[in-house]
């Protein structure tokens, strides 16, 4: 427990610091949703709820595969943990602690969205806000899961874009985070159905939009499992 505390301290003090970390965890999401909630009129009706599914996705995302998968490999290239004198350690510490991180990253980032929608375009705080933050949670560590295993089978940081970058993009505009699904062709649509993204956008979409709770999308929650 020592060990994950440890490096827990170090991968927070490291994630602050880091400007990539900071951007895909808090200015993208933000830029995110101020493009779409004053290009969509977010103050009418409940578009502010379509807005926040689509940012709370991208955020998760960037945090996943952004915030874990590159940070593991550039730490592996920096000897990070032979610098702050955790080494040897066995991998268990070392994806607790990632994991626990990252939703510790995240979350603050969600609560400056709801609030931003209150404040800016009216939309009233979720009834249901304890099965959006363990949601939150599930989503969380499932993406930066995705983004481990990135880090383990590359060589290089060079390496690991090449395979961030197009998981991202595929992700990002067949899960229905940017383009609703309906739109594309029938066999797009059975893709989609393998994307994990999509199982957080029909979850998201469930517990935001029709009020309903973690429990009642519990395949989305399966799948992300």
């Known amino acids: ?28 999401p933000l830029i995110f949703f101020f493009v779409f909630g004053f ?7 409940s578009r502010i709820i379509q807005v926040i599914t689509m940012v709370f996705a991208i955020g998760i995302l960037g945090n996943g595969l952004f915030g874990a998968g590159m940070r593991a490999v550039e730490d592996r290239e920096t000897n990070v943990l032979r ?8 991998p268990i510490p070392l994806l607790a602690a990632s994991m626990v991180t990252g939703v510790i990253l995240y979350l603050p980032s969600l609560i400056v969205l709801l609030l931003l929608a209150n404040r800016l375009f ?17 989503a969380c560590v ?29 992700m990002l505009f067949l899960s229905g985070a940017t383009f609703p699904i309906s739109f594309f062709p029938e066999w797009l649509q059975i893709v989609t159905q393998f994307i994990p993204a999509t199982y957080l956008m029909t979850g998201t979409a469930g517990i935001l939009q029709r009020g309903e709770s973690v429990l ?3 395949l989305s929650v399966a799948a992300l499992l």
């Open 1 to 28: 427990m020592k060990a994950v505390l440890a490096l827990m301290k170090i991968d927070l003090k490291l994630a602050l610091r880091n400007r990539s970390v900071l951007f895909f965890n808090y200015f993208f």
């Open 39 to 45: 290009s969509m009129h977010a103050e009418q009706g």
């Open 83 to 90: 610098r702050y004198k955790v080494t040897p350690i066995t």
């Open 122 to 138: 009216g939309m009233a705080l979720p009834p249901n806000l304890f099965s959006l933050f363990v949601f939150a949670i599930i």
């Open 142 to 170: 499932a993406f930066r899961s995705i983004g481990l295993i990135i880090a383990s089978v590359v060589n290089s940081s060079q390496e690991s874009l090449i395979l961030i970058q197009p998981l991202y993009m595929a």
């Open 216 to 218: 009642q999308n519990w």
